[in-house]
């Protein structure tokens, strides 16, 4: 007799939790893009204990009680968001074509930079400006829900990555400058330090485009914040971080084997234009960092704190690249020159002749004697 029971009751067990799952605590129920969660507790007075408070956690573009109204639905929420899809269109689109210009003016008056630093850093700022600027003109941050999920987060990806890879090449080759001042081997700390980069930008790339992104793989129950997002983040960070450490360290010991040339006032630091470059592409990639950290502590799906993020997003990636444009600018470098007198034979481009140590000494000396003289004529003309 117990097996016929058996048979009977276990379809009724079992329809009976499949209602108690479906069974939401939150009135009205969320939408299939939200999360019943208890994001709150209140003092119930009736049974004097503390109850928890039941509201919808939605996921990114979506809102409402329920989490069933997309945020493209708010009109003046759009204006906002069309002002900031055409400014980043038509920034990055200049961005492109400046890298565009750029890389045919090395193929065309520069045969031995064709398979260089600059032609790999020209291309991947070129591709880069050109992921954004199609991406954005078509779904910007995919807040219209026109571009499908996967297809989205690795074009959206992809430049982030070749940023920071970009950065490192204003990297070797400030490293390249400072061993032909110093005259040493590549230390092996920056190598590793490069390597270590390299597979970082490798794992983003994964992370963010297999891994999950719906609300139900969330690791926080009260604010939006799946594993594809913490992921992301995370490595963001990481590549951030090992950015900007190599390039404190190199920027140290460039400035230090520079001090000889810091003694004259009168004439132009070598690499004073390189330097200021390289750090301030340091400091907007350092930028981007710190807002990718703010992102991750905030975890936030609130649609005016997403933009504005967004926004310090792209003027922080901007401002990255059109540095590293004019570090690696053919043309502009080729017009400095020309304006620059012969005469100083240290205001060198970065891209030409580098002093030698030898040279840096023999420098001084020069500088030292011309600064005696100077005072011994003085003296003379004294009454």
Request: with cysteine.
């Amino acid at each position: 007799m117990s097996m016929p029971l058996f048979l009977v009751w276990f379809p009724v067990l079992i329809l009976f939790h499949i209602s108690g799952v479906d069974a939401s605590p939150c009135d009205p129920p969320c939408s299939s893009v939200g999360l019943c969660s208890a994001t709150s507790q209140v003092y119930n007075t009736t049974t004097m204990q503390m109850s928890p408070v039941y509201t919808c956690v939605c996921q990114l573009y979506f809102g409402g009680r329920t989490c069933s109204t997309p945020w493209y639905t708010d009109v003046q929420y759009m204006k906002w968001v069309t002002a900031y899809q055409v400014c980043t269109v038509v920034a990055f689109g200049i961005v492109f074509l400046w890298s565009m210009y750029e890389i045919y003016h090395v193929l065309r008056f520069y045969p031995d930079d064709r398979l260089s630093l600059v032609t790999y850093a020209f291309s991947i700022i070129a591709f880069g400006a050109l992921c954004r600027t199609v991406l954005w003109a078509v779904d910007p941050n995919r807040i219209k829900l026109i571009l499908p999920n996967i297809p989205y987060r690795v074009f959206f990806t992809i430049p982030v990555v070749l940023w920071f890879s970009v950065g490192l090449a204003a990297d070797i080759y400030w490293l390249q400058k400072s061993i032909q001042i110093e005259g040493h081997k590549l230390l092996k700390v920056f190598k590793w330090a490069l390597v270590i980069s390299t597979i970082c930008f490798i794992a983003a790339l994964m992370a963010v485009t297999m891994a999950p992104n719906t609300i139900q793989t969330s690791v926080s129950k009260t604010m939006y914040l799946p594993i594809v997002r913490l992921l992301y983040n995370i490595f963001i960070i990481l590549m951030g971080l090992l950015f900007c450490v190599t390039t404190s360290v190199l920027g140290y010991k460039l400035y230090a084997h520079t001090k000889i040339f810091r003694k004259n006032k009168t004439s132009p630091i070598p690499f004073r234009r390189m330097m200021t470059l390289v750090c301030l592409i340091t400091a907007f990639l350092g930028a981007y960092t710190i807002i990718t950290m703010v992102d991750l502590a905030m975890g936030t799906a609130n649609r005016v704190i997403y933009l504005l993020l967004h926004v310090f997003y792209r003027i922080t990636e901007l401002g990255a690249i059109v540095c590293i444009n004019l570090l690696f600018s053919r043309t502009i470098n080729k017009k400095r020159m020309s304006q620059q007198p012969e005469s100083h034979a240290i205001s060198h481009s970065v891209q030409d002749e580098m002093f030698t140590m030898e040279e840096a000494s023999s420098y001084e000396v020069t500088i030292s004697r011309d600064a005696e003289t100077d005072k011994a004529l003085e003296a003379e003309g004294t009454p």
